[in-house]
Structure formats: structure tokens, C-alpha cells
């Protein structure tokens, strides 16, 4: 079993929609946990990071840690084209001192 | 404000050689990451420099190592290049390894080897 999982996708869905995207992880020392978008053959971006359990809004995103059913949650309301990209869950047990630990990251498609 | 900056940003070896790839921190950033994307998978940690020195390195052979400068810019190198080493290698930084500090990602090096 892999320390992060995260459904490939693609997941495909209309513009306008809430979308939905989840990680599981096994390892209980994760603390730090964070949503990257990542453009076809850029680099992470860092849309969200929480800390321990809780939610996080930041403009159409919220991010959802439930750290007793080691599960993350990263939502995304009135998707728009340009949300079509892959989105990499990452996590740590202290971020910025430990190396992250990515999920396989999940191929987001919004429909026009 | 300058982001991470790495370079080449494509590059070809053959089996057995040897590469190095660079790194730039953002501005202000003294601690870099390195990491390894295979094609369909997430970035996998290799190592972090903090101080010109490895402070936490990932399950990667002794192939992989790394430098850091003094201007805090880093350096990664891999000998004996295999066809699996071909990858989207990315460079992160952040401001020294304390709880809370952002990470950030440079747009990578792709590495193919043939």
C-alpha cells in the first residue's frame, strides 16, 4: 500500500460544477497537508496547505483534512476551463523541515 | 520577484552518463528540495540542502547527490544514468526548514535518457 493515494482520473466534468477531489493516506505522523495544480509540463503551484484537521477556504477552494479517517478533501466551486489541470495532493508530518509525500496526482477536466 | 529557477530545461544523455542540473532558489529562500516525476506520477523527494548541507534525502541510490552554494543555489547530479532515471526533475525552495513555510516549485528539468 502506497503511503498517499489519489484516484488518476481523468475526471471530467461541466463548467460550473463543484468538483470534488480526495486523497487516503496510512501514515498517522502527517500533520502538514497540501493541494498543488499542475499545468501539462510546468511546475507544482501551491493552491492550498492546511494544518492538522479542519477546513480552509480560499476563494472558490476549500480545503478539508479529517485526520481521523486519514482523508483529504480538496473542492473547487464554479469550475472553470482553467481549473483543467493535474492536482497533487502532498503531505508531511512538519513542512518545510521533511521532504513532501505526493499522491499520483488527479487529471481534472472541465467541459466547456 | 524572481520564482525557482532551473535549467536546462530539456536535456538528452544516453545510458551511463552523467548530468548535473541547477537550481536557483526564489529570493529570500536559503532551503532546496529536489524531486523526481516520472510521466503520470507525483513528484517523489530526493533530498533537501540547508546550510551547504543534506539534511533529509529520500529512498534514492547513491547515484543521486546533490551541492549547495553559499548563495544558497543548488546543484543535482546523477552518475551511471538509467533509462528508468528519465523524468521531470523538479527544484523546490523555501525559507529554512521550519513548520509552516511555503515550498515553492521551479518548472522542472526534463531529463530524457536513451
Known amino acids: 500500500q502506497k503511503e498517499v493515494e489519489q484516484d488518476p482520473g481523468p475526471l471530467s466534468v461541466p463548467e460550473g460544477a463543484i468538483v470534488s477531489l480526495n486523497c487516503t493516506y496510512s501514515?498517522?505522523?502527517?500533520?502538514?497537508f497540501m493541494w498543488y495544480r499542475q499545468y501539462s509540463r510546468k511546475g507544482p503551484e501551491l493552491l492550498m496547505y492546511?494544518?492538522?484537521?479542519g477546513n480552509k477556504e480560499d476563494g472558490r477552494f476549500t480545503a478539508q483534512v479529517d485526520k481521523s479517517s486519514k482523508y483529504i478533501s480538496l473542492f473547487i466551486r464554479d469550475s472553470q476551463p482553467s481549473d483543467s489541470a493535474t492536482y497533487l495532493c502532498?503531505?508531511?508530518?512538519?513542512?518545510?523541515?521533511?521532504?513532501?509525500?505526493f499522491g499520483k496526482g488527479t487529471h481534472l477536466i472541465i467541459q466547456p | 520577484d524572481a520564482g525557482v529557477t532551473q535549467s536546462p530545461t530539456h536535456l538528452i544523455k544516453t545510458r551511463g552518463q552523467q548530468v548535473t542540473l541547477r537550481c536557483s532558489p526564489k529570493s529570500g529562500h536559503d532551503t532546496v528540495s529536489w524531486y523526481q516525476q516520472a510521466l503520470g506520477q507525483g513528484p517523489q523527494f530526493i533530498f533537501q540542502y540547508y546550510e551547504e548541507e543534506e539534511r533529509q534525502r529520500g529512498n534514492f541510490p547513491d547515484r543521486f547527490s546533490g551541492h549547495q552554494f553559499p548563495n544558497y543555489s543548488s546543484e543535482l547530479n546523477v552518475n551511471a544514468l538509467l533509462l528508468g532515471d528519465s523524468a521531470l526533475y523538479l527544484c523546490?525552495?523555501?525559507?529554512?526548514?521550519?513548520?509552516?513555510?511555503?515550498?515553492?516549485f521551479g518548472e522542472g528539468s526534463w531529463l530524457t535518457v536513451v
Open positions: 492546511t494544518y492538522s484537521s
Open positions: 501514515n498517522s505522523a502527517f500533520q502538514y
Open positions: 523546490a525552495s523555501s525559507l529554512a526548514p521550519k513548520i509552516g513555510n511555503t515550498i515553492y
Open positions: 502532498a503531505m508531511s508530518a512538519s513542512r518545510g523541515a521533511d521532504g513532501l509525500t
